[in-house]
């Protein structure tokens, strides 16, 4: 062995081949079977795409580093599923490029935030979290409000997305853009454009409590108000293995 | 600088310069719309200045023709200065965010300089800024002597040095302009990742070029672990970085994997980052530096070839110890903390190699604040390798996972085995690199030791203490057998231990202040008349042939 090994020790190039050999073998074994095993992720009918307003808002989550402090995946434990609901699914992110499942819980876990607040709470929240929280230590997000939001090359964004895997249809691509105002404007004709491409059940409200102008602030909410329902799949299993018992 | 270079190499650095400044041009033109245009304009400042540099010494008199018979040690010696200001800088901004967790107020009313923009700007500073140009900086040196060869190239030490740090600044500026890909040690977007991948090339091709010069039939140690360091960050890099950008000229792109896929990929880069660039390469820093300075051969070259190839196979069997009870299949993860357990071993015997050679030198780990460093982050070393295969374990994971005990595990790694082991490093190298005497002050090295020793104390331990409180409180149920705490009750409880910690922080802060300033006045020292040979010089007397 040692002989061999001073062998070793006298070629670079010997050496250099040697060790992306021995490096590669683990990453090869445990990565490359995830993208082709068919119960790495589950099959959902009911899964849908990001709304471009959505996507935007998740950008905005990314730019601040709300990850940093967030979690989005609640593990199969018992405490964990009582505090913040149904275990995470794999489908779940699969429109996540990329996901955002943090490892640092210094504020609580977000998978499944949609919807508990409203989006009033969310506002002042997300202005100053100690006027809501009194002794919460998130950063305060005033300039969300005060920045309008830069939409005009939402089509970029979704083509792109497109291009790594997630099916967005060509109208919607194209009218990226003009879907992000629809969303945030309600009772208005990009309102109801809006609602034909992406289906009756997307929310559609002035997120950010004013309809005439499209900030950062729309984006983000409406972002936070759609995690964990993408898909009603998690709730639907967390049921019936509960009504099993 | 530029002396060193001969005109030739001095047109040539010009024309990379110029390449320089026309790509940050380019960049800046495409991406005017877009924070992409800053990068483009700090890239042309860039190009345009170093051009003005190499400019001024363009017809200084040429090179001794002899400097093939000296080692090439001006890369090391910015690279130790540029290291410590790294260190000082994303030290501060750590403890800015540390801070920031006590009093979420004492900042700016502006993206830039809110926590989740900051708390990058401080890791990548610490562990690129300082920890990259440390192990830049001694690689260079290492190579050289255990070679007995110059560097196989005067321009190209530049380009390695002066492309990462450039890199690094795109990183941290980016951040700040909320320019970010969001992966953890992997933030920096697209173009910043393909210029990487340039200066890493050049480091790659130096360091093999060089090592084909080498006298010495054997290749030592260090350079063993310095080599797998730049081959395996180089994979990881690339394939965790794949994505497709929005255009050309926009920052923002989107990662190529998604949910699952993209989390495996993630932690196998981030766990090994870990595991090849804080490890490894602080490894090779370890082999060098610690015999030397103690005056001992290494205890065991049986036990290095072990724990090096231990270290090399099992690490990246790992990663998925970051990823227990999530949507991962649930026999990657059994994988994954398997592999975590054995690891102990090659770790163990690097940190038992380490501690047995300075067997038989104890007074001297006791008299001389350098070595002790060294000592120091030996232990540091064996404790968080030993913590961190505990952690892997499934049920313990289950309380440390998301909670500061991952903080305080990171840190006793950071602080106590990578900034302490570079610590010791450059207080022995400086004074060979200047060709002085000794350091400056040894009074202030002495400083140094202890409050980076306190400060790392307080803050392990602060950290310990928050992330066990936090994780047996979120798992606490109530007599009723409903949950007995909300989140907020859990955060309440730990306001004592972030202000601990960031007292402990700026301990630590301090004495890497003090650490810069000794190192520059160490520079500062006239010459001596005759100073110590520290090493046998280059066995060359011409230019090797190819
Ligand atoms: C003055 C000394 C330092 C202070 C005050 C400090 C403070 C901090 C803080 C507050 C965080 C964020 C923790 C959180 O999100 O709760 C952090 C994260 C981190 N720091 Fe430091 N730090 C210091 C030095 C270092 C050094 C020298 C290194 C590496 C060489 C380092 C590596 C890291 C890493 C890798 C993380 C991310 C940890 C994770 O993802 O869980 N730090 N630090
Ligand atoms: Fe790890």
Known sequence: MLDKHAKLERNAIAFVFAIIFVASIGGIVEIAPLFTIDETVEEVEDMRVYTPLEVAGRNIYIREGCYACHSQMIRTLQDEVERYGPYSLAVESQYDHPM?????????????????????????????????????????????????LKNEDMDLHLAALRKVGVPYTDEMIENAAQDTYGQARPDSEPADAFLERYGEDSNVRAFDGDPGRLTEMDALVAYLQILGRLTDVAHQQASNSTGGE | MISQLTRDERSSAMILCALLTLFGLALGIVGRDDVLGWHGALLAFAGLALLFVVMRGYYDPNPDPDRITKYYDDPTKVGVIVSMMWLVFATFVGDWVAWLLVYPELTFDAGWSSFGRLRPVHTTGVIFGFGGNALIATSFHVLQRTSRARLAGNL?????????????LMAVTGYMLGITASKEYAEPEWYADIFLVVVWVTYFALYIRTLARRQEPHIYVANWYFLAFILVVAILHIVNNLAVPVSLAHAKSYSLFSGVQDAMTQWWYGHNAVAFFLTSGFLGMLYYYLPRRAGRPIFSYRMSIISFWGITFLY?????????????PHWVQTLGMTF???????????????????????????????????????????LSTFEGSFM????????????????????????????????????????????????????????????????????V?????????????????AEDGTLA??????????????????????????????????????????????????????????????
């Not at chain 1, 977000?110 to 919460?136: C, F, M, Q, T």
């Not at chain 2, 030490?157 to 002066?162: A, E, G, K, S």
């Not at chain 2, 490093?425 to 030791?449: C, K």
């Open chain 2, 461 to 477: 331990f602060a950290m310990w203490n928050s992330g066990i409180v936090q994780g047996l409180m979120w798992r606490a149920y």
């Open chain 2, 156 to 168: 190209s030490p530049w380009v390695v040095l002066i492309g990462f740090n450039l890199f690094c």
């Open chain 2, 340 to 382: 975590s357990i054995v690891l102990v071993v090659p770790s163990w015997a690097s940190a038992g190699n380490a501690l047995l050679t300075l067997n038989g030198a104890w007074e001297k780990v006791r008299d001389d604040a350098t070595l002790r460093f060294m000592f120091v982050a030996a232990v540091f070393y064996g």
């Open chain 1, 100 to 148: 955002l499942w943090g490892s640092k819980r210094t504020g609580p876990d977000l998978a499944r935030l949609g919807e508990k607040y409203s989006d009033d709470w969310h506002v002042a929240h997300l202005i100053n979290p100690r006027d809501v929280v009194p002794s919460s230590v998130m950063p305060s997000y005033a300039w969300l409000q005060r920045n309008s």
């Open chain 2, 316 to 328: 990246m069997w790992a990663g998925s110890h970051h990823l227990h009870y999530t949507a991962l």
């Open chain 2, 392 to 459: 892997a374990i499934r049920p313990v994971n289950s309380l440390s996972h998301y909670t500061d005990w991952t903080v305080g595990h990171v840190h006793a790694g950071a602080l106590g085995w990578v900034a302490m082991i570079t610590f010791g490093a450059f207080y022995t190298l400086v004074p060979m690199l200047w060709n002085r005497e000794r350091m400056y002050s040894s009074r202030l090295i002495e400083a140094h030791f202890w409050l980076a020793l306190s400060g790392t104390v307080i803050y």
């Open chain 2, 485 to 546: 705490y909300s989140f907020i009750d859990s955060l309440n409880e730990m306001i004592p231990y972030y202000f601990a910690r960031a007292v402990g922080g700026f301990l630590f802060f301090l004495g890497g202040v003090i650490g810069l300033y000794n190192i520059w006045m160490t520079t500062r020292m006239p010459a001596l008349e005759d100073p110590p040979v520290y090493d046998l010089p280059p066995v060359f007397e011409t230019e090797p042939a190819e």
